[in-house]
């Protein structure tokens, strides 16, 4: 036993050790909350606790798979498999398909994804003759998630007096319907969307008390991991399920959650000691993954908190870097120093481009950052871009396989009817929607009774749909018969797909084989890695378990080629990278705009900064544009005020260590080499009287800081707008230009009315500009 609590610190071993009752684990940044939780259920194990009687609950099936495979380290493999350890949605489901006759379903039900959801929505929308720009799909699907989190059931939701009239107000009263109308299809397709799997499992405690006293004595020990990302129906689950013995370990930051527009409910941390006035709390303070500068300064961020758990978080790694404050004219000249800053990064540190991420607070912003990149040739990839079980190739197998487990499957059906092309178009598929309403059945059954059903079709179309039910059906008897890989790879051959691929010798053809192919892989996969934990008969309704269940993370793969990760803070929460850079810390864009209107929503902007600066292992950069173009035009903006948060004591702002005033001067940005380049050129050309200055002898010594005289310059009234006449622009001359920033004219040419200057720009580098055009003002 003392060798499995050797590896921790004294928090980390108290917070093992310690289970007699429930346990509130403050795991801060980089605290080693993982292994905290591993060990804790190896400790569990070796105190001779049932592995079956261990309940473990995470968000990703990644983080399950990496704590299990921990665990069988240490315990064992045979042991650690019997554990009931997965994602909420993935243990869920597996409990309601045992029970799922209770509540009016098959074991068989498919799990829609939320296009599958957003799909039927619209389809309900268009039916009920709604305007789906009023009724947007994708709006009252977020209404009836969060209905459905807040455990409002449809006949609920249209008995609220507020919610009627709020949605009275809101313009959208027929919400109510669409809601009603939407969960009836879904049972009636024997489906349940992601929300139905929390829902359905509350449904499930509350109407069948002998269901949950089962469950409540099965789980004699229940861990919890990033419990602040907890919505309501998640926390009542994990209430009622502890409720019996009261042994519980829940393990999360509150100063790291940030999904609230998930549903996530930061006081389910908050009032863990309430819920449970006899816990324990154990605070994991010391990080392991960044410098000091780095976790002080994150400490100084979110200690202008109000709502917290107190801690203050230390780091015994060396001092590191100060981090980097720097500002752009534009939100262009933003990218272009960024992508810079990691070239010379790279070079100087000798480090790999996949050390380093550029954190964004909305995916809009990656545009300006792939072009920047591209234009150096730095690699990069798109962290939660299109997944590959998003891709419509690989929805359209999956369809067939959903509709091989559950024809049932509405969604399924219509994807899949007509493809390949067998000559059934929308109006027939219209047509069999119709009938299977009337008679309350679903689409499946219709094309199984053409003529009971009276679907006005002609003989040619019969025929055709009942080739697609006999398609189907050969699929169905081999259900039983074959592996999910030997009935996927019967799928894909003889659905028509293989052939649909195969033929077409298009770039984009041979991508869509690759990925078929691909997707056999990973079944195959799929069913050898089962076959090595002992499970037998892996059917095809086991990979659809799995497949309908992954997150953006479990579907992500390293790429052979080194990449810089560009990806919003909210996908970054969990990872780590040897270098940071924060962009667009604006104020109405980080914080944004919306979240700035109450003050929880800032403070969760404020946790959601602490998350991008605690992914920093070594080296941080803080970006901000003085300008940013939008809606057609240039607008300028505001540093964010979470710039003040940090102190100073831990900033350099472009070589200088400033505090934090500076930083919202008007004019703060030091130009360093920049300027005194400039002051040199004009040094030399002031004294040989040349018109193009000599090129810096490169053993030249370079001042630390700008010289007074290039202060004044760079404050200089300007002398010329591209609203004057173009022609007094010289060469020599410094200006600062809208989207490039400050800039030196190196040459000019032409005619008046076709007058172009070559400037040398700080940061953009060499441009030629224009000067009718040109947006840009003379400052030296």
Request: net charge neutral.
């Amino acid at each position: 036993m003392e060798n499995l609590l050797q590896q921790l610190n004294k928090s980390q071993r108290d917070a093992v050790e310690f289970c007699d009752g429930p346990s509130l684990i403050v795991a801060g940044a980089g605290s080693g909350k993982t292994r905290v939780l591993t060990v804790k259920i190896a400790y569990m194990l070796k105190l001779r606790l049932s592995p079956y009687n261990i309940l473990a609950l995470t968000f990703t099936n990644k983080a399950a798979r990496e704590m299990r495979a921990r665990i069988g380290e240490l315990v064992g493999e045979n042991i650690a498999r019997r554990l009931w350890m997965g994602t909420f949605h993935s243990i869920f489901s597996r409990m309601l398909r045992a029970e799922a006759e209770k509540l009016g379903f098959q074991s068989t039900f498919t799990i829609f994804d939320s296009a599958d959801s957003r799909n039927l929505v619209k389809t309900i929308i268009k039916e009920m003759q709604l305007d789906d720009k009023v009724y947007k799909p994708a709006s009252i699907q977020g209404i009836i998630s969060k209905a459905k989190n807040y455990l409002v059931s449809p006949d609920a939701y249209a008995n609220s007096r507020e919610q009627m009239e709020y949605d009275q107000k809101a313009r959208i009263p027929h919400t109510k319907d669409i809601y009603k109308a939407y969960n009836q299809r879904l049972k009636a397709s024997n489906t349940m969307d992601f929300d139905d799997l929390l829902y359905y499992t509350n449904v499930l405690f509350r109407d069948f008390p002998d269901v949950l006293a089962s469950y409540q004595e099965r789980f004699q020990f229940i861990l919890v991991d990033e419990y602040q990302d907890t919505n309501r129906s998640q926390y009542n689950i994990i209430k009622k399920l502890a409720d019996k013995h009261h042994r519980i370990a829940v393990v999360g930051d509150d100063a790291q959650s940030i999904y609230s527009f998930r549903g996530a409910n930061i006081d389910n941390i908050l009032n863990f000691e309430k819920d449970y006035p006899e816990a324990r709390i154990f605070k994991l303070e010391q990080n392991y993954r960044s410098t000091q500068n780095i976790v002080n300064a994150a400490n100084s961020v979110i200690s202008r908190n109000v709502d917290q758990i107190k801690k203050t978080v230390f780091s015994e790694k060396e001092e590191g870097e100060k981090i980097e404050v720097t500002s752009a004219f534009s939100d262009f000249e933003e990218g272009v120093i960024v992508a810079n800053r990691i070239m010379d990064l790279r070079r100087d540190k000798l480090q790999s481009y996949s050390d380093f991420v550029i954190l964004y607070r909305t995916n809009a912003q990656s545009r300006i950052f792939e072009e920047a990149l591209r234009k150096k040739n730095i690699p990069y990839r798109i962290y939660g871009g299109l997944s590959f079980y998003q891709r419509k190739e690989i929805k359209d197998v999956i369809a067939y396989f959903r509709m091989v487990v559950n024809p049932y499957d509405e969604e399924a059906f219509k994807r899949i009817v007509n493809f390949p092309a067998r000559g059934i178009g929308k109006t027939t598929v219209d047509k069999i929607a119709d009938a299977a309403r009337l008679h309350n059945v679903s689409m499946w059954k219709v094309i199984g009774d053409i003529l009971g059903y009276n679907l006005n079709v002609n003989a040619g179309t019969a025929k055709k749909l009942t080739g697609f039910k006999e398609i189907i059906d050969a699929f169905i008897e081999q259900l039983q018969e074959l592996s999910a890989y030997e009935l996927a790879s019967l799928i894909v051959k003889q659905s028509g797909m293989a052939q649909e691929a195969y033929t077409d010798r298009t770039p984009e053809g041979m991508s869509r084989q690759e990925n078929l192919q691909e997707l056999l892989s990973g079944i195959h996969e799929f069913c050898e890695s089962r076959q090595e934990e002992g499970i037998e008969n892996i059917g095809l309704m086991d990979f659809l378990s799995e497949v309908s269940l992954l997150t953006d993370q479990d579907t992500d793969k390293e790429s052979e080629q080194e990449k810089v990760t560009m990806m919003t803070i909210h996908a970054a929460k969990g990872l780590e990278f040897k270098n940071v850079f924060v962009v667009g810390l604006e104020e109405d864009l980080f914080p944004s705009a919306m979240a700035k209107a109450e003050f929880r929503g800032l403070e969760e902007e404020r946790r959601l900064f602490y998350v991008a600066l605690t992914r920093a292992e070594e080296f941080c950069m803080l970006s901000y544009a003085k300008s940013r173009f939008r809606n057609g035009k240039t607008n300028p903006c505001n540093p964010s005020r979470f710039l003040r948060d940090v102190d100073s004591e831990y900033l350099n702002v472009n070589g200088g260590v400033l505090g934090s005033s500076n930083i919202f001067a008007p004019e703060e940005k030091q130009y360093g080499s920049f300027w005194d380049k400039v002051k040199k050129d004009r040094e030399n050309r002031e004294a040989s009287q040349q018109d193009f200055p000599p090129r810096q002898n490169a053993d030249t010594p370079k001042p630390s800081q700008p010289s007074s005289n290039m202060v004044n310059v760079r404050h200089a009234k300007p002398k010329l707008s591209a609203q004057t006449s173009a022609g007094d622009v010289a060469v020599g001359a410094i200006i600062k230009h809208e989207r490039f920033g400050i800039g030196k004219v190196t040459a000019v040419s032409g005619d008046p009315d076709s007058r172009k200057a070559t400037v040398e720009f700080e940061n953009a580098g060499v441009k030629q500009l224009l000067l009718k055009f040109a947006r840009f003002e003379i400052v030296g």
